[in-house]
Structure formats: structure tokens, C-alpha cells
């Protein structure tokens, strides 16, 4: 964006200057007074992206987007290269109530991503190899090849049907909203696989489903206990929780949508039942938190404060068409300003939100909205992404991990 405003200004300038020579002006004090009030002005406009401070042009940024995008509310958080960190939320939570840093959103499949790393975090402890079968640990399912790894679990590589493509699940969670259901009652809805495990790519929040299962095998307890033992506690994620089994806190921004009922409403839908789709989706969704906890989140985890460097490794081996590791994804650079970028994306009841590491500039970036909107969050991160690695370019720094 500063770039592009910079070369169009530059050549501004030569054509005025071009134009001001064959000017007929008798005196050449004036001439000289108009060449530089031209020089001035250019220079002033080349320079208001990049002179005015940084956080202020990452505010309009979200400003600009809720407008253009006609979002409702946005929370955004970033770790920059020094140190620092940068905090901005605009917009409003419902009635009056302007967004805040500490409202917590659904982050949707981005818990693939703490799922996987809680899954490493077992192999390096010696509980569970990434090429133990399913077999190993759960019982044999229909529709489920038991050969299929933990490996391509966590990369979808195994040919998992998605049993979101059921529409019998929807008819079922909208019928039952109230009713938890168990991992076993959702996988009678799956279809035969896609392919064969190991032979192709798919995402399918099947088989985090299956891999959540497998760490309560392992580990004896609940997907939300180790998750506050191991991630919440250490990092200082105070507000973070895991909503199928914890209790919600208060300071939960509202959401807003139709509630999948597919009729055309926008309305407020934080408290209406929730406790079908969150079970439906129990290991590939669920988790709470705050823009900053996100951003923490994902700085750690590319500091090697999670993971050691060769769980890291693991995590980042693409599948065959380059974008897709153990629970993360690697983002296209038309999204990324050219820059390559690791993270996840994640919707649920009302929200989208992004996690975002750029390794050459050492930036971890959290964006949340509280609408399901991927235009709005898409635009609104891709100008956060564009300011902040045009502002630290000259701080690049070739791999960064």
C-alpha cells in the first residue's frame, strides 16, 4: 500500500515538474516559489503512510475494514520484532458496549492447532508416536480404516469423510441443540472416505474428533484439563477455556448471525443453546480466548517455548500440496503481501478469527471478528499484514525459524 501511493507520487512528480518548466512565468522567484510548494506537498504525500506512527495506522486499519466490510466488531493483537506488543479492538460487542482486548471469541478449527501441538507435546514425553495406528487406541468404527496414523490424523491425509457434509448432522444439531453428543453418536454420520489413507489431502474436522479421542486415552483425562495444564497455566493464558467442559466466564464478546437457521436473520446469538455443535465439533473447534492470548500463543510456539525445534520440524512438513502440516497451515502469499506465513484459520457460532506467524520479520499476529464473515476478517488482515511488513521491511530476516 505505501509503496504503490509512494511510486505513483514520485512520478506525480516528475510530470509537474516537466509541466511547471514550460510555464511562462516572468518572474523567477515565483517560479521558484510554485516549483518547491509542488516539491513540499509530494514529499508530504509520499511520506503520511510511513511518518504517522505505526499503531495509529494499525487502528484505521481496523477502523477502515469494519466500514468497508460493514462488520460489526473486531479484536487484534501483535508481537512485533521488538518485543513489543500492539493491542487494538474498534467497533462494538452489542447495544452500546464498544469491543475490548479482554472480550474472548470462539476460535473454531484454530484449536486443530493447540490439539496438534498437545499431541507432540506426548511424543516427545514418549505416550504416543506419530505413526501409531488408530487401532492402537480406540476401538474399531464404521467407515473408519483403523490403519490410518496419528500422522495423517493431524494432517488430514486420511481420508476422513467430513461429516459436516451430512447434512443429516445439521437437521440433527439444530433439532437438538441442548444435547451433547458423544465422539461415537458422530461418527455414525460418516460417509464412506474420500480415499485411502495416506493417498491424497482432505480436511475433515473428523479427525481431530478421533485424535481428541486418543488424548483422553492417553493421558486419562480431559481434552480441557491438559490444555489448561499444559498451554493455559505455563503461558499465562488466563482467560483461555475449552467451552464443552468448562464453564463460560462473563467478558465473551457477542456474536452475531443466524444461528444456521438459513433464514435470513442477523441477530445477537451469544446465549442461545450451543452444546450440539460444540460436542458435534469436540477436538476440531471449542476453544475461547482473547486477540492477545492468540498472538501469545502463537509467539510461543514459533519461540520454541511449546514445542522443542524438532516437534516444531514435524509440525512444519507440508502435505503434497505444500499448504497443510500437523494442524497448521502455511497461507498463500496473495493473502500475505508476499511473505510467507504460517497459521489457521478458524470459524464458529458468529465469529472468524486468524493466527498468523510471519518467521522473516518475527511477527505473530491474532485478528477476530464477531460476525461469521471471512470477507470482512480476510480484508481487514490482509491490511494489518501489508502495514506491518511494509513498516519492519527493513528488518527481514530470511528464515526465520
Known amino acids: 500500500m505505501c509503496r504503490s501511493i509512494s511510486v505513483l507520487i514520485k512520478l506525480g512528480n516528475s510530470s509537474a515538474i516537466e509541466q511547471l518548466s514550460h510555464l511562462q512565468i516572468r518572474e523567477p522567484t515565483v517560479k521558484q516559489h510554485i516549483l518547491l510548494f509542488i516539491l513540499v506537498l509530494c514529499h508530504s504525500l509520499s511520506c ?23 462488520g460489526i466488531g473486531v479484536s487484534a493483537a501483535a508481537f512485533l520484532p521488538d518485543g513489543n506488543l500492539w493491542l487494538g479492538v474498534s467497533g462494538k460487542s ?53 490403519t490410518i496414523t496419528v500422522r495423517q490424523l493431524l494432517n488430514h491425509t486420511s481420508g476422513l469423510y467430513m461429516f459436516w457434509q451430512n447434512q443429516s448432522i445439521w437437521d440433527d444439531l439444530k433439532k437438538y441443540r441442548a444435547k451433547v453428543f458423544t465422539p461415537e453418536e458422530v461418527l455414525v454420520y460418516l460417509k464412506d472416505p474420500y480415499f485411502a489413507p495416506g493417498k491424497g489431502h482432505r480436511y475433515s474436522n473428523t479427525n481431530y474428533l478421533l485424535m481428541a479421542t486418543i488424548i483422553t ?17 505455563s ?24 444461528n444456521f437457521d438459513n433464514d435470513g436473520s442477523f441477530r445477537d446469538i451469544t446465549f442461545l443453546p450451543r452444546l450440539s455443535h460444540e460436542s458435534i465439533t469436540y477436538g476440531s473447534a471449542g476453544i475461547f480466548m482473547t486477540a492477545e492470548e492468540l498472538a501469545r500463543w502463537t509467539h510461543a510456539l514459533f519461540q520454541k517455548q511449546v514445542l522443542k525445534q524438532s516437534s ?4 512444519l512438513k507440508f502435505d503434497g500440496e505444500g499448504y497443510y502440516g500437523l494442524g497448521i497451515g502455511r497461507f498463500k502469499s496473495s493473502f500475505t503481501n508476499s511473505e ?5 484459520g478458524g470459524g464458529n457460532i458468529g465469529t472468524t478469527a486468524y493466527m498468523i506467524h510471519l518467521p522473516d520479520f518475527r511477527i505473530s ?31 527481514k530476516i530470511k528464515g526465520g525459524i
Open 340 to 344: 510467507t506465513a504460517y497459521g489457521h
Open 48 to 70: 503520511s503512510q510511513s511518518d504517522r506512527p505505526l499503531p495509529q495506522q494499525l487502528q484505521e486499519a481496523l477502523d477502515n475494514g469494519l466500514r468497508k466490510h460493514d
Open 365 to 395: 499476529l491474532a485478528v477476530m471478528i464477531n460476525t461469521f464473515d471471512d470477507k470482512c476478517l480476510r480484508g481487514i488482515t490482509e491490511d494489518l499484514i501489508e502495514i506491518l511488513t511494509d513498516h519492519f521491511a527493513s528488518q
Open 312 to 315: 516444531l520440524t514435524e509440525m
Open 217 to 233: 486415552k492417553v493421558t486419562g483425562s480431559t481434552l480441557s484439563a491438559e490444555l489448561r495444564k499444559r498451554f493455559w497455566k
Open 235 to 258: 503461558l499465562d493464558l488466563k482467560s483461555a477455556f475449552f467451552y464443552l467442559e468448562e464453564k463460560s466466564p462473563d467478558n465473551l464478546a457477542h456474536v452475531w448471525g443466524d
Open 94 to 146: 452489542h447495544d452500546t458496549v464498544a469491543m475490548r482486548p479482554d472480550m474472548l471469541f470462539a476460535i473454531g478449527s484454530i484449536t486443530k492447532n493447540f490439539v496438534a501441538a498437545l499431541t507432540l507435546q506426548l511424543v516427545e514425553e514418549g505416550k504416543l508416536s506419530l505413526d501409531d495406528a488408530l487401532h492402537t487406541w480406540l476401538p474399531r468404527y464404521p467407515k473408519v480404516d483403523s
